[in-house]
């Protein structure tokens, strides 16, 4: 239905609704964390002050040390430390204004677009959730991700820390799986240049090895294994880049590499950026091959060096590596977090975050420490006392319980106590996103701010309703007065309408079931908005077209043309033919009225995108109004 202002709008990724609602609910949702915050600051502040006594007492810092078994392996804290760097990033990321309406729309659809259509339906049932409560999907993630990171961060050792990398995996997997569509791997035209296998993929991988005893990484094995396996990778995407037919071969705007990097130049960026970009796209375009080929090489001569794992070659196939992910970060994948809807830095930096870890692992594996086994650590530097036998760094277990283990850790180790503080409120900061998330992710309706966003809110009035007298679908007359003690809900339909009438219709169907046992006590109403077809039998088609019939509550009245005018001026409803055709061109408007004949609240029921999303969040919205009318009488 064309021609009235305000019908068919679209929502826009930066609408003001949803970014004013998004940027409301991370504040009040950061004041939680803001506390969380000083809760740990005075942990710290008084931990400190005890570690100060504990040394004075004759406990030292390396003893304090010796709880979690000696100094962290150098490839574990360099994994744990990068990947909870990333996890951050992401967070704050997430929190650009574009995230709750663009992120599915710009970069998870588009991203699944080419893969099978099980994965297409699997990243579907994902976008639903997020389009239907998108505050609470966009915020959640901002706070899982940010609490990954911190927990990564300050979880203490060892098992907390297993468990951070626990939780890292998880998520990773969400988000690599419903995020990124399987990081591309099932789709067509993916390259390592593009981010195969995804940035989260590598992420990943990581948090396996955070996960894994401490103790594997006293082995060099560990270091040769990950240099393998991201030498077999290096190897592979050097086979599936010089695969012919692909697009990165030939020279021209053909070139599969110089159409991508052209589109990224013009995400919005600095001038710096899009330049450089733009810049290497003209120039992939005029020599194509020989840009493939030199990339075919690098990637198969770094693949093969690491694949070998000896330590000198190794320091150089870790410089060709920096060197070409570096140069593809820059020039191809654009950092990754430009546009508004970045998500993370792509993959170039955490996969050379795993060669570097592994080339670490290789050349300086964890040293095993002799831990004694004391029942107080200031009796393990006391001179004469007699220590038990050592306990090997991640060896064997003890028969004290976790409790008393725990207690005592906490006693004697304050730097431990406040690790642990730290590690509790990252996981509050998780739980901050992720329990609304679940509650949303089994919630049967959208946000009703994707009504709001669309047709603004409810307006509250207080006036006496219009009067009329027509025909309902069955024959009847039908006037105001005789729905007295009814809460009326009233709007306006084209019984020949294809386009907006319909979403109306199943709006209204949808309230009413959503009201239950109250919409006994409500009576929905509709008027033909129509000057040609009016008649009963074109409101009995449309009410059987639409499922509407079967409703005990549903009326929908029309009458000659000189009632239906006058309705229509009485309700300031504008109705008019549309020049050349039979589609009527009327406002899409819903009336509240309670049981003593006032309008209590107007509200927009123009459909927008007439998604599912937005036709049960409007249906929420009117459920909501209609229930302040109920509790009002």
Not at 474 to 501: E, I, M, N, Q, W
């Amino acid at each position: 239905m064309p021609g009235m202002t305000g019908m068919n709008s679209r929502l826009s990724a930066n609408n003001p609704t949803v970014v004013a609602a998004f940027h409301s609910a991370l504040f009040h949702q950061g004041l939680i964390v803001l506390g969380l915050l000083v809760l740990v600051v005075i942990t710290w502040s008084l931990m400190r002050a005890a570690t100060l006594r504990a040394v004075l007492s004759g406990e030292s810092p390396e003893v304090l040390r010796a709880a979690a078994g000696g100094p962290e392996p150098l490839a574990r804290r360099l994994l744990r430390i990068g990947i909870a760097l990333f996890w951050i990033l992401d967070g704050l990321l997430q929190a650009q204004s574009s995230m709750p309406l663009g992120l599915i729309s710009r970069v998870v659809q588009p991203s699944a677009a080419t893969s099978p259509t099980w994965v297409q339906h699997l990243v579907g049932s994902a976008g639903t959730i997020w389009n239907d409560h998108p505050i609470t999907a966009a915020t959640a993630t901002v706070w899982i991700q940010l609490g990954i990171g911190l927990l990564l961060l300050f979880a203490p050792r060892v098992s907390w820390s297993r468990l951070a990398g626990m939780a890292s995996l998880c998520w990773g997997l969400v988000v690599w799986v419903l995020g990124e569509s399987f990081g591309g791997i099932l789709g067509a035209g993916s390259s390592w240049l593009f981010g195969l296998p995804g940035a989260v993929f590598f992420y990943c991988i990581a948090s396996v090895l955070l996960v894994v005893p401490e103790r594997v990484f006293a082995d060099r094995r560990l270091g040769r294994a990950v240099c393998s396996v991201m030498g077999l990778y290096f190897l592979g995407m050097a086979l599936l880049q010089a695969w012919p037919g692909r697009g990165f071969w030939q020279a021209g705007r053909q070139n599969a590499l110089s159409s991508m990097v052209t589109a990224m130049a013009a995400t919005p960026q600095p001038g710096t950026f899009s330049s450089l970009v733009r810049s290497f796209g003209a120039f992939d375009a005029r020599h194509g091959f020989a840009v493939n080929l030199a990339l075919v090489i690098l990637l198969a001569v770094v693949g093969a060096a690491l694949l070998v794992a000896r330590p000198r070659l190794m320091k150089w196939a870790i410089v060709l590596a920096a060197v070409v992910c570096l140069a593809d970060w820059v020039l191809v994948q654009d950092l990754g977090v430009f546009g508004g809807v970045g998500t993370d830095p792509n993959s170039m930096p955490p996969m050379l975050l795993l060669v570097i870890a592994g080339y670490v692992q290789l050349v300086r594996p964890a040293v095993p420490v002799a831990v004694p086994a004391a029942t107080s650590f200031a009796a393990a530097v006391k001179p004469g006392a007699v220590a038990p036998a050592p306990v090997l760094n991640g060896g064997g277990a003890s028969r004290e319980g976790p409790l008393p283990r725990l207690s005592r850790r906490i006693r004697q180790a304050p730097t431990y106590s406040m690790r642990l503080f730290a590690g509790l409120a990252s996981l509050a900061v998780i739980a901050l996103g992720a329990v609304p998330m679940a509650v949303a992710a089994v919630s049967p309706n959208a946000d009703t701010i994707v009504s709001q966003a669309i047709d603004g809110a409810p307006d509250a009035v207080d006036f006496a309703a219009p009067r009329f007298s027509l025909e309902n679908q069955y024959g009847r007359r039908v006037t105001l007065a005789s729905l007295h003690s009814k809460t009326v809900v009233l709007t306006f339909l084209d019984p020949v309408c294809t386009v907006d009438c319909p979403i109306i219709a199943q709006e209204m169907k949808q309230a009413d079931k959503m009201l239950g046992s109250s919409a006994r006590r409500v009576v929905l109403v509709a008027v033909v908005a129509n000057p040609i077809f009016r008649s009963v039998s074109a409101t009995q088609a449309f009410d059987r077209a639409e499922g509407m019939a079967h409703l005990a509550n549903w009326l929908y009245l029309t009458g000659s043309a000189r009632q239906l005018r006058q309705t229509w001026r009485h309700f300031g409803e504008e109705v008019a033919v549309v020049p050349g055709g039979s589609m009527i061109a009327h406002n899409d408007i819903v009336w509240v009225i309670d049981g003593s004949g006032r309008t209590r609240f107007i509200l927009n029921s123009d459909p927008g995108p007439g998604t599912a999303a937005s036709k049960s969040s409007f249906a929420a919205v009117l459920v909501s109004s209609v229930d302040k009318v109920l509790a009002s009488r």
